[in-house]
């Protein structure tokens, strides 16, 4: 493909200096790979749709803890790394988005930061869930720790042929605790915790995991559907 003709991924942006260039080339490189031109979005207040305009598709990237003031909560000493001015402006591109239909996929933090922004809760770490929990945590950077899923809903069943399980990397310590008005659970793991969530009929064009598709080189299928959805709505 050329260059014009590769469908225009907006990545967005970070503040936190452990979570810059050096993490997002995990998003970058892999949807370049896969056929799109992928777009760092810089942070600019009150320009995201000005912004999106200009792209054909979103990816809500992975990163530091969401804000817990953002869903009612004080912060517990396990959550850190917040990133406030990231919150914001990813709370802006993601309304701006569902204004304009265009597809977005949210990684990891993208999840739990569209889930906050729906009216959703986190638990702000695993220890602190009340069920007991998996090893979601895992240390293992290169994503080849793995549990498995089951896939509840048919819009995330389809990208894998129908099937009903999958085995996801794992590499979060915080979690969906309320899931969102508006959104859809579209997979859980063994026990309880929702890992997936699609958009209502409102939205229908948005998909958020939790695991990292960006780092699991024989499985990016979530990609791949951000990017040929990105590709038939232009």
Same mark, same amino acid.
């Given at each position: ?17 452990? *979570? ?72 802006? %591109? ?9 597809? %977005? ?12 922004? *729906? ?116």
């Amino acid at each position: 493909m050329s260059g014009r003709s590769k469908p225009r991924i907006a990545i967005s942006p970070t503040v936190h200096p452990d *979570y810059g260039l050096r993490t997002q080339r995990h998003y970058y490189q892999a949807l370049y790979q896969a056929g799109a031109l992928p777009l760092i979005l810089p942070l600019l207040p009150g320009v995201a749709g000005e912004l999106l305009a200009l792209c054909d598709g979103l990816l809500l990237a992975g990163g530091g803890d969401v804000e817990p003031a953002r869903y009612g909560e004080e912060r517990h000493p396990s959550c850190d790394e917040v990133e406030p001015e990231r919150d914001a402006f990813e709370i802006e %591109l993601l309304w701006a988005a569902r204004r304009r239909q265009l597809p %977005l996929l949210g990684v990891c933090r993208g999840l739990q930061l569209i889930n906050v922004a *729906y009216g959703g809760s986190l638990w702000q770490d695993v220890s602190l869930r009340d069920q007991p929990t998996l090893d979601h945590n895992s240390s293992a950077a290169d994503g080849a720790a793995r549990h498995t899923l089951r896939l509840g809903e048919p819009r995330l069943r389809a990208l894998y042929g129908g099937a009903e399980q999958l085995a996801v990397n794992t590499m979060h310590h915080q979690l969906v605790r309320e899931l969102g008005a508006g959104l859809i659970a579209a997979a859980h793991s063994a026990d309880g915790v929702i890992e997936a969530a699609c958009g209502g009929a409102d939205y229908p064009l948005l998909l958020a995991v939790q695991w990292h598709p960006e780092r699991m080189m024989d499985e990016q299928r979530e990609l791949n559907w951000l990017i040929e959805q990105s590709q038939a709505g232009r």
